[in-house]
């Protein structure tokens, strides 16, 4: 199996250093170049062609969302994964708007950043406990007015208790501890959860947004 092939781009050497020496030491994980702006990583993404961007939100010229927008135009097959001090979420959804498949706060976990590299990899949505807490406690407010009373009466009683959890913010970790059950057990609820809240892809993402006028469709 090849290594995933990362393209790193953010303005601050010393993010970029860390990162490359995390990365680095990981099976299967190859860092094939870096960009402190985003003019030089979509010309870098041209001449590379990685299998992933690890993108800045904020950079000296051209932002992250029109970087991933020009990268996406150019090179649809080269997912972009956020990586930003930024936790907003109307941040998440410009990018998702962009084309980016993901979302890591810098105060994440290398475990979390290890994992959307791979599940980002394989052309899916990785969403970080913030996000989807921000996600869900939208969820549950329409929830309480009546406005998703079905989905949510077909969710079983464990799963409704993972989800408040999600909401909480809470990582998978945390979650396994407080419910006494396996990390891969939290894993499945949460997955099972954010399918059954059509959450579970870009488009779903990207619906869910234009809906709460987080994204215009003349963005496109």
């Known amino acids: 199996m090849n290594a995933i092939k990362l393209l790193l781009v953010d303005d601050q050497e010393i993010v970029r250093a860390g990162l490359r020496s995390l990365l680095e030491r990981q099976a299967g994980l190859e860092v094939a170049g870096e960009a ?38 150019a090179l649809p097959e080269v997912q972009v994964l956020a990586l930003t001090i930024h936790e907003d ?55 309480r007015s009546g406005g998703e009373s079905d989905s949510y009466d077909e969710l079983t009683p464990r799963q409704r208790e993972v989800l408040t959890m999600i909401a909480e913010g ?9 419910l006494e059950i396996s990390v891969r057990t939290v894993e499945r609820h949460r997955e099972n959860i954010i399918k059954q809240l059509n959450l579970h892809s870009r488009a779903d993402l990207v619906k869910y947004a234009l809906r709460k006028g987080l994204i215009h469709l003349e963005d496109e």
């Open 36 to 73: 402190s702006r985003g003019d030089e990583a979509v010309t870098l993404a041209m001449e590379l062609k990685p299998d992933i961007v690890l993108m800045d939100v904020t950079l000296p010229d051209i932002n992250g969302a029109e970087a991933t927008r020009r990268i996406k135009a």
């Open 170 to 178: 809470l990582s998978n970790q945390d979650i396994a501890t407080r």
């Open 89 to 143: 979420e109307a941040y998440f959804f410009e990018m998702l708007n962009a084309g980016a498949s993901g979302y890591v706060p810098k105060r994440a976990s290398p475990n979390d950043l290890l994992a959307a590299i791979h599940i980002v990899a394989q052309g899916e949505v990785f969403l970080h406990p913030v996000v989807a807490g921000a996600l869900v406690q939208d969820y549950l407010r329409r929830v």
